[in-house]
């Protein structure tokens, strides 16, 4: 998709079944290279990173068949351990494919990866953990090499920060890692857990996910089995943001209320009402938001730095000031001077953004700058007076399965074009 075109100015109400998680479906992907057998992952969003990720698991020997929502990856004779540029630069989570390709195979050869421009995103924590699990790491202008002599082995590893991309990594490759590994300072995310969980259905032996402390023990061989991919927080914030932008009413279904928790205190201080209905969640959502003060991202359980973008889209014409602090990723506010076009009052400092609402943003021509930013200025472009078109949507499909489609069951007036 490379434009979405949205006509704002309908109240949303209706209910939409939140999709399989993005960020937990690329790790589980890549963590069925670790096992020599067939794995069957349901729940599977239809999304560009997991077409890119399954193409870099068959141009590994794996092979890989999608029916419905439900993907087989057979891991059970990989065959290469190189992962070229073009596929690596396809996505940031090629980099989950390290700690697998160490483990089965002693050795991997691979790229700096690419993904969203939100930040810097370097790979030390991963490549430094590797080390301590007995990699060697040569580095060439581009390539990175990695050997492992004596075969991957346990290590007392400690983050200096709960990088969620790191945890995996550690995780998938101590699985089946020679002796134990303890990991202090981990991320708690919820698809951390929803890895976690997956392996131990395979065999492996981890325990402590969600919590800082991690430990791994490794295990000789893991078997495969069928495991379904947890609903998408992520999806589901922006959801709710997008009832509430417009005034609406939304009954989202198949959630995890647990996994939202960061995220709807803020909705209820914007004057939402937000009800919890046995695996749904009900919003209902006042004429015009209330600004939700200030906020500040931060690793699991703090708020998500994946939300904040649709936060900033419903302060853009909450009636007050709101305040954003991003902590994780320095080039998130990117996306403001987009939002600037259709009519928003936002000021950058730095890592923190003001932002003065108005009473309504008008239709414009932005651009996607990442897929949550992208995202945002289609949820904004929703409550907006006139047409708004998107450019750079194909962003949006990195993580949304069909987001016009989705939006449009309830009520939005909203296309690809
Ligand atoms: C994952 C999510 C992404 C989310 C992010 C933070 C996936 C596929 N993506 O990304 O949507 O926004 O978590 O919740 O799950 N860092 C280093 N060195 C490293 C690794 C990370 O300094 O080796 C820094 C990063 O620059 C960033 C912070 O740690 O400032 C968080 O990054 P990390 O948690 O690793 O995010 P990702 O795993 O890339």
């Known amino acids: 998709m490379a434009e979405l075109t949205v006509t704002g100015g309908r109240r949303l109400m209706g209910e939409i079944t939140v999709q399989g998680a993005k960020n937990s479906a690329l790790p589980l992907l890549a963590a069925t290279f670790c096992i020599p057998a067939k794995c069957t992952l349901q729940n599977m969003p239809a999304l560009s990173d997991v077409s890119a990720t399954l193409s870099i698991l068959r141009h590994l020997g794996c092979t890989a068949r999608r029916e419905g929502q439900s993907i087989t990856i057979d891991a059970t004779t990989p065959a290469r351990y190189i992962i070229p ?13 390290l700690g697998p390709l160490l483990a089965r195979f002693g050795r991997a050869e691979i790229f700096a990866p690419g993904g969203c421009n939100i930040g810097a995103r370097p790979i030390d924590l991963h490549l430094a953990a590797m080390k301590q699990m007995g990699a060697t790491i040569r580095q060439t202008d581009e390539k990175i090499i990695l050997r492992v002599p004596r075969g991957l082995h346990g290590a007392d590893i400690n983050l200096r920060f709960p990088s969620v991309g790191a945890t995996e990594n550690i995780i998938m490759a101590a ?20 890895l976690a969980d997956f392996l131990n259905r395979c065999g492996a032996k981890i325990s402590g996910a969600g919590k800082s402390d991690i430990v791994i023990e490794g295990v000789r061989r893991l078997h495969g089995c069928t495991y379904q991919v947890m609903p998408d927080r992520i999806i589901a914030s922006s959801c709710l943001s997008a009832a509430a932008l417009t005034g609406g009413e939304i009954l989202l279904r198949g959630v995890n ?48 730095t994946d939300s904040q973008s649709a936060f900033l889209a419903m302060a853009c014409t909450a009636s007050g000031v709101s305040r954003i602090k991003e902590t994780i990723f320095e080039s998130r506010f990117h996306q403001a001077r987009e939002f600037a076009k259709m009519g928003a009052h936002i000021a950058i400092r730095g890592s923190q953004a003001e932002i003065y609402g108005v009473p309504r943003l008008h239709g414009a021509r932005v651009k996607a700058m990442d897929l949550r930013g992208g995202a945002a200025l289609a949820v904004a472009a929703l409550g907006a007076h006139g047409q708004t078109t998107v450019t750079c949507a194909e962003l949006i499909d990195r993580g949304w399965e069909d987001i016009a489609g989705t939006l449009r069951r309830i009520g939005a007036n909203i296309a690809p074009s």
């Open 85 to 97: 540029e073009s596929l690596m630069r396809e996505l940031r989570s090629s980099i989950f494919l």
């Open 175 to 194: 699985a089946i890692a020679r002796g134990t590994t303890q990991l202090h300072g981990a991320a708690r995310e919820p698809e951390i857990v929803d």
């Open 257 to 304: 209320h647990a996994h939202l928790a960061p995220v709807l205190p803020a909705f209820r201080r914007m004057g939402c009402r937000v009800t919890a209905v046995n695996d749904a969640l009900h919003l209902y959502a006042p004429r015009r938001l209330v600004p939700f003060g200030a906020l500040v991202t931060a690793p699991y359980p703090g708020f998500p």
